[in-house]
């Protein structure tokens, strides 16, 4: 019955960990769930306020326009110019998006031919993987391994490969690792796609969740990068935002306008008023992100200070609300996530979910209140590994 494009789609390990969840619920486990990366925050009420008044204004109400409203575009740009130090078009190289998932997804369809190789970094967010494939591209992950900081090493790459490569996925601060990159990387990797021809797309989901004052770069700040580059944004974890499915791609006015060919003919765009919503977001002080910001940083504490105390090998991250740390001698990621559902009543993410280069690991999302997470810690202090 289904394409063979949805058949080869690797099993989704996540539905599996929702049931097994599920099913310790059904028992009556008090379980603590730090397994998805989906704030648990409020939107900020200035941005709910925003969106009320924009739902009663009846022009909102019709077809938005593809690329997204002109003073979205706007504001994007000026907030791109405002934390970023970059200087873009709003007519030409920015565009919204229904959430930087869609960007990931339909990217390959506008720049992918069968048999061209995708390059993305693993373990990473799936979608790189699964848009190339449903683009009939060849996926080549590139691992992200510790030694290096979980940096990809591009030196590695077979001349054969790099041949057929036409994209690059990378994503710093990165999920799940909460690796961040700077500007030496980005420099690096300019050198590289334009060396071999390369359209880089670097996904910037997690660049305002950062912590101990570090700020995190945008790659189009790199010399050249704007020549063969694009980035996503989004304003689901900034802004609190998931359920509202926002964010905004910038970058090449030829790579902005080729994805709006495939946007344009798959999607209508963004609901106006979200956008109205998205602008206050970008526009107001952001002191609302810097709070949020506290709150994981003290949860990232409590976890950090519970998880070595246990005896794993964890450094505090600079950005992202995730902790990936190695799994105890003896353990698989997911043999260990199933110890800690099935013992303790905690739900972590087994690496290999995001793809191989991830076993042997297991993330952390810090999504609950730092009182329950350190519930967690203790409940993991009293299991034996
Ligand atoms: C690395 C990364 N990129 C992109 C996304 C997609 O986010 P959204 O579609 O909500 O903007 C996520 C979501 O978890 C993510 O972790």
Same mark, same amino acid.
């Given at each position: 019955?289904?394409s063979?494009?949805?058949? %080869?789609?690797?099993p989704?390990?996540?539905a599996a960990?929702d049931?097994a969840?599920d099913?310790?619920?059904?028992?009556?486990?008090d379980v603590?769930?730090l397994g998805?990366?989906?704030p648990?925050?409020?939107?900020?009420?200035?941005?709910?306020e925003?969106?009320r008044?924009?739902?009663?204004?009846?022009?909102?109400?019709?077809?938005p326009?593809? %690329?997204g409203?002109p003073?979205f575009?706007?504001?994007?740009a000026?907030?791109?110019?405002?934390?970023?130090?970059i200087?873009?078009?709003?007519?030409?190289?920015?565009?919204s998006?229904?959430?930087?998932k869609?960007?990931?997804?339909?990217?390959?369809?506008? +720049?992918?031919?069968?048999?061209?190789?995708?390059?993305?970094?693993?373990?990473?967010?799936?979608?790189?993987?699964?848009?190339?494939?449903f683009?009939?591209g060849e996926?080549?992950?590139?691992?992200?391994?510790?030694?290096?900081?979980?940096?990809?090493?591009?030196?590695?790459?077979?001349?054969?490969?790099?041949?057929?490569?036409?994209? +690059?996925?990378?994503?710093?601060? *990165?999920n799940?690792?909460?690796?961040?990159?700077?500007m030496?990387? +980005?420099?690096?990797?300019?050198?590289f796609?334009?060396?071999?021809?390369?359209i880089?797309?670097?996904? *910037?989901a997690?660049?305002?969740m950062?912590?101990?004052?570090?700020?995190?770069p945008?790659?189009? =700040?790199a010399?050249g990068?704007?020549?063969?580059g694009?980035?996503?944004?989004?304003?689901?974890?900034?802004?609190?935002?998931?359920?509202?499915?926002l964010?905004?791609?910038?970058?090449?006015?030829?790579?902005?306008?080729?994805?709006?060919k495939?946007?344009?003919n798959?999607d209508?765009g963004?609901?106006?008023?979200?956008?109205?919503?998205?602008i206050?977001?970008?526009?107001?002080?952001?002191?609302?992100v810097n709070?949020a910001?506290?709150?994981?940083?003290?949860?990232?504490?409590?976890l950090?200070?519970?998880?070595?105390a246990?005896?794993?090998?964890?450094?505090?991250?600079?950005?992202?609300?995730?902790i990936?740390?190695?799994?105890?001698?003896?353990?698989?990621?997911?043999?260990f996530?199933?110890?800690?559902?099935?013992? =303790?009543?905690?739900?972590?993410?087994?690496g290999?979910g995001?793809?191989d280069?991830?076993?042997?690991?297991?993330? +952390? =999302?810090?999504?609950?209140?730092?009182?329950?997470?350190?519930?967690a810690?203790?409940?993991?202090?009293?299991?034996?590994?």
């Amino acid at each position: 019955m289904y394409s063979d494009r949805i058949n %080869a789609l690797p099993p989704y390990l996540f539905a599996a960990i929702d049931e097994a969840k599920d099913e310790m619920i059904a028992k009556g486990v008090d379980v603590i769930d730090l397994g998805v990366g989906d704030p648990d925050l409020p939107t900020h009420p200035h941005i709910v306020e925003a969106l009320r008044e924009a739902v009663l204004d009846s022009n909102t109400h019709q077809y938005p326009s593809y %690329a997204g409203l002109p003073q979205f575009r706007k504001a994007a740009a000026e907030w791109c110019e405002k934390y970023k130090g970059i200087k873009l078009d709003p007519a030409t190289e920015v565009i919204s998006l229904i959430g930087s998932k869609e960007a990931v997804a339909h990217i390959p369809l506008a +720049f992918v031919n069968p048999g061209d190789v995708v390059l993305y970094t693993e373990p990473g967010y799936p979608v790189y993987k699964i848009g190339t494939l449903f683009a009939g591209g060849e996926p080549y992950p590139l691992p992200l391994k510790a030694e290096n900081n979980f940096l990809p090493d591009l030196d590695s790459i077979p001349a054969d490969v790099l041949k057929k490569a036409k994209l +690059f996925f990378f994503n710093y601060p *990165n999920n799940p690792t909460s690796a961040t990159a700077d500007m030496a990387f +980005f420099e690096k990797v300019v050198e590289f796609c334009k060396k071999n021809d390369i359209i880089a797309v670097h996904d *910037n989901a997690y660049c305002q969740m950062t912590y101990d004052g570090y700020e995190s770069p945008s790659f189009l =700040a790199a010399k050249g990068a704007m020549d063969i580059g694009m980035e996503l944004y989004s304003h689901s974890k900034t802004y609190n935002m998931t359920g509202w499915r926002l964010g905004f791609a910038v970058g090449n006015k030829a790579l902005i306008k080729g994805l709006g060919k495939v946007k344009s003919n798959v999607d209508s765009g963004v609901f106006d008023a979200i956008q109205i919503a998205g602008i206050a977001a970008l526009s107001s002080s952001q002191t609302c992100v810097n709070d949020a910001n506290l709150v994981y940083e003290e949860r990232r504490n409590a976890l950090i200070e519970g998880l070595k105390a246990m005896g794993l090998e964890v450094k505090p991250p600079k950005a992202t609300f995730y902790i990936w740390t190695p799994v105890p001698k003896g353990f698989t990621s997911i043999s260990f996530a199933k110890l800690l559902l099935e013992e =303790a009543g905690i739900v972590a993410t087994p690496g290999v979910g995001f793809g191989d280069a991830g076993e042997g690991y297991i993330r +952390f =999302a810090l999504t609950k209140p730092v009182d329950r997470i350190k519930e967690a810690v203790e409940r993991m202090k009293k299991l034996q590994f």
